[in-house]
Each structure stands twice: as structure tokens, then as C-alpha cells.
Nanobody, 118 residues
């Protein structure tokens, strides 16, 4: 059974930090591109960051470059999103996504809420 379980969300003040985790199970983690998306109220889901199956390459949305870092731990089958210098506009539900390298499979987590507010 495929599972992507996100954790680490919460309420943080502007300028603060959070680290999101996504624990994967039920599929071959090393064969999947892992991504973080987010969806704010009334807005479409957007790609925040992704990392290749080997972890050798990452991409970021312009809005988070220099503030967010995506990483993966093959031993733990987990992908992380370190979020620094958080802004109110980062408030959203953050979703973990796993996409097989050949694009044949695509899985989503249930999401974790991040709220940036004073």
C-alpha cells in the first residue's frame, strides 16, 4: 500500500522556520522524483520544489528560491522541505508528491497546513 505521510506543519511567525517531512512507503523510493506542492485558499496548487530520484538535482519556484531547501534521505525513504524566512504568503497546505521517473505512477500525500502569521 502506497503511503506518503507529511508532517512538520504548524503556525509560525513571519521570519521563522519550519521543516516539513514526507515519509514514503509502498513503492521504490529511489525510482521517484519527489516534489512539494502547496495550495493556498482560493488559489491553484503550485509546485514549490522538486528533487530528482538520485537527489542530484533540485528545482525551486522563484517565490521560494534562497529560502527553501528540498532534500531526500534514501535510508529513511523521506523527503524534506526546510523553509526559512517564512512570509505570510507562504501560508498554504503543503503536499508531498511522488512521480515515477517514467511518469507511469503519481502519488500524493494528504497535506500539512503551514500558517505564517504574527
Amino acid at each position: 500500500q502506497v503511503q506518503l505521510v507529511e508532517s512538520g506543519g504548524g503556525l509560525v511567525q513571519p521570519g521563522g522556520s519550519l521543516r516539513l517531512s514526507c515519509a514514503a512507503s509502498g513503492f521504490t523510493f529511489s525510482s521517484y522524483i519527489m516534489s512539494w506542492y502547496r495550495q493556498a485558499p482560493g488559489k491553484e496548487r503550485e509546485l514549490v520544489a522538486d528533487i530528482t530520484s538520485t537527489g542530484g538535482s533540485t528545482k525551486y519556484a522563484d517565490s521560494v528560491k534562497g529560502r527553501f531547501t528540498i532534500s531526500r534521505d534514501r535510508a529513511k525513504n523521506t523527503v524534506y522541505l526546510q523553509m526559512n524566512s517564512l512570509k505570510p504568503e507562504d501560508t498554504a497546505v503543503y503536499y508531498c508528491n511522488a512521480l515515477k521517473r517514467d511518469y507511469s505512477d503519481n502519488y500524493w500525500g494528504q497535506g500539512t497546513q503551514v500558517t505564517v502569521s504574527s
